[in-house]
């Protein structure tokens, strides 16, 4: 953390900031000590203090997935999203762009808004009424005998937004780390195609794991377990995550439907323009990213029992069903599935640290009816199947954090991605530690 | 601290992205449609006489006759459908034998129409018609019929059109509509003669796949042997010629018509290459009983539904005609069935206004004014002057209504109308679609009529 002679008003009196010295260095102790290529050691999904850290030094600091824009279709829509003790509004404007505002009240700190979507006009906060306008300026305050009360110095705080390829990312820091727009424009144009602008929330999925959201991330950066998701299985090759040297002999077969699969899949996308190779600067920058096209099992459209498609409307301009999955993780909370007849988000909001909320969000084209070109059901099926597997596995994984008898293991070769995901975030804190 | 607010999102203004049939803006308008427009609309089948204005030989044994309307009427359909003709075979005083003919033309040019009828020597109809039917042979029709027809509005106007012979028909139809049309469409046909003299209307569909880069033709030969100069595709359908032509066929809409077998064969070759069964859609020319039964049956519901709107175009007729110019009685079409959703809403907002004010005998009456407010929750009957704001005088009589900053920018007092008008002077406490859904806020509204509302 770099120390400004002249603190901002912002960071007064925030006592949360202040570790320790003694606990601090322990702490510290704990990163440099961080035996690559294992997982973290206990407190580090434990420890109350190293969650606020972890808020501090990573979900303050960079580029947040927030929602899609799906989410907030017309002006006046909004969505609210918490990050730890960062409560944020994002609200749909009149010219089609978005506004993120702190939900905070600037009268005594009320949620300003507290359902966790809606629509509204100007911004009243439920305990005296103070009335803010979509831009967050603080437009109406009753004030009974006040002379000197100068609304103009109450606004709502705003924080940084951007929308990419109909996603929307925040960021609460006041300079926000610049290589983010970088990143956008290696996966525009994988996203593009898919047209966000145009599709509809079919059916959002809340999960509370009882988990640390570090647990959440690392479980979905690997593939090792996915024996453990039968649905999941029916579409998603088991090799994934493996190399040409250590495909195990039960998976050969697999391996040989996979690499012909991969074959067509890019021979369409090289017709379609439709970029696929894989890009993977996971922990080398502080966007990380990972994308890349690949293809799916069956008939290579969707995530179902056969790969046929779940949603009869083609998104965007795409021309064909068979594209498999244009899938891309991003550091530090959110993964995402683009099909061509759907897309899948998934959001990962920390509330405490073993406590983590999972959003998934299924979108369609918005022209798509519900019971005649898509079952709801069916089109959900597997990832609420596969959710649910995994959060039983993050939940395992916390409870052993928790018990004396932990140590960290071994990531294997297949779990290279958790690793690299352990290395951004160890990264990440000793430079604001630093 | 500098913040940033991107605003990545703005929409742009949209080109005519969606391939929209010209009387789908009929269908979805809330007024009574203009007379000519709503005579293009693809209303419902009809019993009418037509009378042959030309005949034009094509190549592969198919002659085009062209028709007009007797009353002089066009003809609405959609591109693909059929019709069924009275042929007077056996003689003016026998039984008439009933035939199917898909229409060839395209109704964007709706004042003639035309059928186009290959020879079939062996059988009954076909060489009558061929003989017998020339300029001015007047004949009984019913349609259109067939639910074998382009959709009136389409996002995604991709479509593989698959003939065979003189299976060609609706596809000229669907062919010519497109080209007709401006907006997006990608267009791949593949077509299926015997010989290479034999596709009927060749020259206009190499004429059209030359000046409209929205859509490809291609042809292939059968299974017959192959004379030296052909460039084409040989062969029956196959998966091969299907990815060959349309590699991204499982993201397009197939229409295919042609004889039974060649039908069969192409759906099960178009499940294997990926398109799904809801995005086929097939017109058999010649099938097994099954199939001819299913034909019948939709001529029948046909006739019913000429029947009955016929008798409604009669009984509207005769009022129409008070108000009409005589000549254009013969336009009036039946009414449609058709109804918007804005017509349902504007339907119901009616009904809401004729019997909001129920039983108002227990309403409380307060205030003077010109104006009355009938507050249906609190059973209040406020009198008000159209230059006074609701909120105060309603808040005093007694309606609770929530209330903030007075000014019409908390939204706190919103409530919603139920007739009647106001002037509301608001500063963003209220979004325009609310405004649409009948919401307004009373603190900063007066009142223009006698309202009811649903406070
Ligand atoms: S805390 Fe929001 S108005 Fe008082
Ligand atoms: S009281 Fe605030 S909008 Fe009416
Ligand atoms: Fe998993």
Known sequence: MSITSNPSRTSRG?????????????????????????????????DPTIFGMDMQGIFQKNWLFAASVAELPEPGDYVTVEYGPTSLLIMRKDDGGVNVLHNVCRHRGARVLTAPSGSTGNLVCGYHSWT?????????????????????????????????????????????????????KIFVPYLEPHDLGRTKVAYQQNIVEEGNWKLVMENNRECYHCDGHPELACSLFPTWGLTEGIVPSHLEEVWDRNKQAENSLEERCRRYGLPYEVVEELDTRI?????????????????????????KKLLGNLRDFRLGRCSMHLQPNSWFHFLGDHVITFGVFPINEHQTLVRTTWLVADDAVEGEDYDLDKLTHTWKQTNIQDKAFVELCQQGAGSPAYEPGPYMKSEYQVEAFINWYVQRMQEHMA | MTI???????????????????????????????????????????????????????????????????????????????????????????????????????????????????????????????????PG???????????????????????????????????????????????????????????????????????????????????????????????????????????????????????AC????????????????????????????????????????????????AEEYAEEAAEQTNHFAETQPAELQLFQPAATDIDTEAEVEAEAVADADTDAPVDDSDF??????????????????LRIDPTERILGPAQRAGVRIGANCQEGMCGSCKIVKISGEVEMNHQGGIRAREIASGKFLPCCSTAQSDMVIDA
């Not at chain 2, 005579?39 to 198919?62: D, K, N, R, S, Y």
């Not at chain 2, 409380?364 to 009957?381: A, H, M, Q, Y």
């Open chain 1, 14 to 46: 925030k006592l949360s900031s202040t570790v320790p010295a003694e606990q601090l260095a322990e702490i510290r102790e704990l990163f440099e000590e961080r035996r690559k290529g294992f997982s973290l050691d206990a407190p580090f999904y434990t």
């Open chain 1, 132 to 184: 803010y306008s979509p831009e967050g300026d603080l437009i109406h305050a009753s004030a009974p005998g006040e002379t000197e009360f100068d609304k103009s110095c109450f606004g709502l705080k705003k924080a940084h937004s951007r929308v990419y390829a109909g996603l929307i990312f925040v960021c609460v820091a006041d300079e926000p780390p610049t290589d983010f727009d970088e990143v956008a």
């Open chain 1, 287 to 311: 966007a990380g990213i990972r994308i890349s096209r690949e293809p799916l099992d069956g008939e290579g459209e969707s995530f179902s029992p056969d790969g046929h498609r779940l949603s």
């Open chain 2, 4 to 134: 940033t607010t991107t605003s990545i999102e703005v929409p742009e203004p949209q080109r005519v992205r969606d391939f929209v049939m010209p009387w789908n803006h009929t269908l979805s308008a809330n007024g009574p449609a203009a007379n000519a427009a709503r005579a293009l609309g693809p209303w419902h089948p009809q019993e009418f006489m037509a009378e042959c204005v030309e005949t034009i030989p094509e190549a592969g044994g198919l002659k085009t006759f062209v028709f007009r309307r007797l009353d002089g009427a066009p003809l609405a359909f959609r591109a693909g459908q059929y019709l069924n003709i009275a042929f007077p075979i056996h003689g003016e005083d026998q039984d008439p034998v009933d035939r199917s003919y898909s229409i060839s033309s395209a109704p964007t040019s709706p004042w003639t129409f035309s059928i186009t009828v290959k020879r079939d020597n062996g059988g009954l109809v076909s060489p009558w018609i061929h003989d017998h039917v020339e």
């Open chain 2, 137 to 255: 042979t007047v004949l009984d029709m019913l349609g259109p019929v067939g639910a074998f027809h382009l959709p009136d509005v389409e996002r995604r106007p991709r479509y593989l059109l698959l003939a065979a012979g003189a299976g060609i028909t609706p596809i000229m139809s669907m062919l010519r509509t497109i080209h007709a049309l401006p907006g997006r469409a990608d267009v791949v046909v593949l077509y299926h003669g015997a010989a290479p003299g034999e596709f009927g209307f060749a020259k206009e569909l190499e004429y059209i796949a030359n000046v409209d880069d929205r859509i490809q033709v291609f042809y292939s030969l059968g299974d017959r042997s192959v004379p030296e100069n052909w460039e084409w595709m040989l062969g029956r359908l196959t998966a091969q010629m299907l990815e060959q032509v349309a590699p991204d066929a499982n993201g397009r809409q197939v229409y």
């Open chain 2, 258 to 305: 042609g004889p039974e077998g060649y039908l069969n064969h192409a759906a099960d070759l178009l499940r294997k290459v990926g398109v799904d069964d809801t995005s086929v859609h097939m017109e058999f020319f010649s099938g097994d009983r099954k199939t001819l039964l299913e034909y019948q049956e939709e001529i029948s519901l046909a006739e019913d539904l």
């Open chain 2, 364 to 381: 409380t009456s307060v205030g003077e004014g010109t104006l009355t407010l009938s507050f249906i929750k609190s059973r209040i009957k």
